[in-house]
């Protein structure tokens, strides 16, 4: 959306400034420069309309509203029509100038044009945007009149940079202004680039520069983007210095001319002076010919130099010497032919021998040299400055061709040098990949092990504990006479010590088996398994008085197994620690703090010293005794593992005899 | 089947280790079961008794044990492989087995169910527990349940 807006409102900024001036006759604002065709105000108009379409269309995100649609409608058709017509005019000569008919009448508006290509442009504008109202869909199509538009007037603008005026005066881009041409590359890209398919956009370049790991193309980058700017500097240098030089070719082949046609009028008139002798010689009419053939060239000659001494007053007085002096010699020359005619040879003869014919020319030769001298010395000056063009072209083909060529050689030496780095680096990756992939096997033969070992532990070891509770119970059972009350208590601690290894075993595996669980993630609802197990645990003790209380619609992302079993282990203990309190009380709720949910288990019963808050979560470790309480010292170590495994982490805070408080986060 | 009335109600116990063995037919003695308990040692036996081969070559295969008790680590032949072993003959495809075993793990637990074992109970350590169970598990199989 953003590019739309931006390319608007630039043209409308672009386009009030040339209408401005043309109003206050600021010609900067209109062509830029002074020998750039101008932009013609009913070309503003016409991007002021588009403008606003696609203003309008930037707007609206889905659906236009109404009244939207029906000015983008309006401009489409009011362009195309448009276009149409003017671009017809080009080649039917209709009569109806709308430029005129608004603009005519102020002053400064004299003759503005709309280039042909313009108006194609502005029918093809009018085009996108109908079919963007009726079809939008049909995005290719869009992209095709874009891409069309912006390519012509991008090769237009080009060509101005490259002073190449041969481009922009050809027919079909008959005086294209740089500023029309600007406004349509502007206008199409803000209409089609929001809707250009991803692969047809350029990439981002500010990622490119930011991101870390294209740090190693950069040098690479720079580099051909120095090639660029070094090739593109050289070719606008070199095609505007051939301009110069086609300019100082022309004018050499002037001052040239100039100098030859001098020349020539002085040859013709000797040729003249020749025939004239020649006929008084011979008196053959045919020795005359170079004489009308050199009247009639000095006539053709010395008009040419009239016309050419107009916009050189300072010759001017020479010209119209060469005249008088031209006239008055041949003037001369018909009499004596006359005279010929005429008295004869002698009497033309007389006439010969005066100092007249003679001064005459010498006038005239005067006249001549001090046009040619000054001519001369221009030409000499010209072709100097000629030779300079030639030799800023060339170097400036040579060295921008060197310069690039070095810089590409360059280029390709780092291109390599970073394919060379990314193999290694690419050999590097997949190197650890194998690492890590043999790693990941080592682990899992050891998880492998560590299975078969708790499975080993589970069957092998509990087999003989059964044996010795077993037959220890025997003991006591079938031979209690054989034994004093001594030897009894001892038996019953043996089968007691027993029954606890067997619950130290199965605290083992538990954990094992959580931490070999795979924790599945599902929506669980903690309140219900909370109010499940607290409901057991006084299934099981009916005798005693507990106050539960459980805050509904806890839920959580996490793994139905494990905690099922962690809150057993929280509630188990809020049970056991409370067993010896009248009045029980059982808490489990949670709050809110910086944002994250932490779940707590309350209880009122023994609770423990915080000095040894630390050893509370290890393995095995107990704060009191198994006859104050029974207990392996596992099931706080399993709920911690439990909670970590989901990333969230626990804790709790007592004072003895005041109960207890858990707390926990799950992720 | 002919004759079952006649034939005397027995358990076959597969079971690798004395000690649990005197305290399964303990239990069930102290049970007031008084049923003939057939023990084999190994999954070898297990299977020769069963389908009449071997050293016990003469038995009459239909005069089946009203229950087989399990255990799953035995030599030579392990338990399920004896179980799959039985569920796969059409003679012996209904005979009732209990695995009766130390494990708890879940694995072998499907595996078992799977494999077609009519129960599955974990041997307690507690000698009374043990008891218990025995006694429950021998008064089912023995009395309340009905083969073929």
Redesign the interface.
């Known amino acids: 959306m953003i590019p739309r807006q931006v390319s608007a409102l630039l043209i409308f900024l672009i386009s009030t400034a040339a209408m401005g001036g043309w109003f206050y006759g600021i010609s900067v604002l209109v062509n830029i420069r002074a020998e750039w065709p101008a932009m013609a105000p009913l070309v503003a108009v016409g991007f002021f309309l588009s403008a606003a379409a696609s203003l309008g269309r930037s707007v609206a995100s889905e659906k236009y509203p109404v009244w939207i649609q029906r000015g983008t409608f309006a401009a489409g058709v009011l362009l195309v029509l448009g276009g149409a017509y003017i671009f017809g005019r080009h080649f039917f000569a209709w009569s109806f100038d709308p430029n005129a008919w608004t603009f005519g009448k102020n002053p400064h508006f004299m003759d503005p044009e709309v280039a042909p290509a313009t108006a194609l442009c502005f029918l093809l504008t009018g085009l996108w945007l109908l079919t963007d109202l009726f079809r939008p869909s049909w995005s290719f199509l869009k992209f095709l009149l874009s891409l069309f538009v912006i390519l012509t007037c991008a090769l237009i603008l080009v060509s101005y940079v490259y002073g190449a005026s041969s481009l922009y005066q050809l027919p079909l881009f008959v005086k294209m202004s740089v500023l029309t041409a600007a406004q349509f590359v502007i206008l199409h890209f803000g209409l089609s680039y929001p809707e250009t398919p991803e692969a047809l956009r350029p990439p981002s370049l500010l990622r490119f520069l930011r991101d870390k790991s294209t740090a190693g193309e950069r040098p690479l980058f720079i580099t051909l983007l120095i090639v660029f700017s070094v090739f593109l500097g050289a070719s606008i240098f070199a095609s505007h210095s051939l301009n110069r030089l086609v300019q100082t070719i022309s004018l050499v082949s002037e001052t040239q001319t100039r100098v030859d046609e001098l020349d020539q009028l002085l040859l013709s008139l000797l040729n003249a002076e020749s025939g004239q002798r020649g006929y008084l010689l011979t008196g053959e009419y045919d020795c005359l010919t170079p004489y009308f053939e050199g009247a009639e060239e000095h006539a053709r000659v010395l008009a040419r130099l009239r016309e050419w001494v107009q916009g050189h007053p300072e010759y001017q007085e020479a010209v119209n010497e060469i005249d008088r002096n031209s006239e008055v010699k041949f003037r001369t020359l018909a009499n004596n032919i006359i005279l010929f005619r005429t008295k004869g040879f002698e009497a033309a003869k007389k006439a010969v021998q005066t100092d007249l014919g003679i001064e005459t020319m010498k006038k005239i030769r005067q006249s001549i040299a001090f046009i040619k001298n000054d001519q001369v010395a221009l030409l000499r000056q010209q072709k100097g400055e000629n030779q300079t063009e030639v030799h800023k072209t060339v170097a400036s083909l040579t060295i921008g061709s060197f310069l690039a060529a070095l810089l590409l050689f360059a280029s390709m030496n780092l291109y390599v040098k970073t394919s060379l780095r990314r193999g290694e680096v690419e050999e590097k990756v997949r190197h650890l990949n194998h690492r890590l992939e043999k790693k990941i096997h080592e682990v899992e033969v050891v998880n492998k092990e560590l299975e078969s070992f708790?499975?080993s532990v589970?069957?092998?070891l509990?087999?003989?504990?059964?044996?010795m509770?077993?037959?220890?119970?025997?003991l006591l059972e079938d031979h209690l006479q054989s034994l004093n009350e001594e030897g009894q208590k001892h038996l019953k601690r043996i089968?007691a010590a027993?029954?606890r290894?067997?619950r130290l075993i199965n605290g083992i595996?538990d954990l094992s088996r959580i931490s070999r669980h795979e924790v599945q993630r599902e929506r669980v609802s903690l309140s219900q398994l909370a109010r499940q197990q607290l409901d057991e645990l006084c299934h099981m003790d009916p005798e005693r008085v507990v106050d539960l209380t459980v805050e509904p619609e806890l839920e959580v992302q996490g793994d139905a197994m494990l905690l099922a079993v962690f809150l057993q282990n929280l509630l188990g203990n809020a049970w056991k620690f409370t067993s010896k309190k009248e009045r029980a009380k059982i808490e489990f709720g949670s709050f809110l703090r910086h944002g994250q949910r932490i779940f707590f288990v309350r209880d009122n019963g023994a609770g423990f010293d915080m000095a040894y808050s630390e050893k509370l979560f290890g393995t095995f470790q107990r704060l009191h005794t198994e006859q104050e309480f029974a207990g392996t010292g596992v099931g706080l170590a399993t709920a911690r593992r439990i909670v970590r495994l989901h990333g969230g982490d626990i804790w709790a805070e007592s004072k003895v005899n005041e109960g207890a408080t858990f707390y926990f986060t799950l992720s | 089947m002919q004759g079952t009335l006649n034939r005397t109600k027995y358990i076959l116990l597969v079971e690798d280790n004395k000690d649990d063995e005197d305290l399964t037919v303990r239990a069930l003695r102290k049970g007031n079961i008084v049923n003939e308990i057939v023990i084999t040692r190994d999954g070898a036996e297990a299977l020769d008794f069963i389908f009449c081969r071997g050293p016990h070559q003469g038995r009459d295969p239909h005069h089946r044990p009203q229950v087989v008790l399990l255990d799953l680590k035995l030599p030579k032949i392990d338990g399920l492989e004896v179980l799959a072993k039985i569920r796969s003959e059409e003679t012996t495809k209904t005979l009732p087995v209990v695995i009766l075993t130390s494990s708890r793990e879940e694995s072998d637990l499907i595996r078992g169910y799977s494999l077609g074992a009519n129960s599955y109970i974990c041997k307690p350590v507690d000698m009374n527990q043990f008891t218990d169970a025995i006694q429950q598990l021998g008064l089912y199989w023995l009395v309340l349940n009905e083969i073929i």
């Open positions: 708790s499975y589970s069957h092998d509990r087999t003989p504990l059964r044996a509770a077993g037959f220890s119970n025997i089968i027993s029954e290894m067997s595996l």
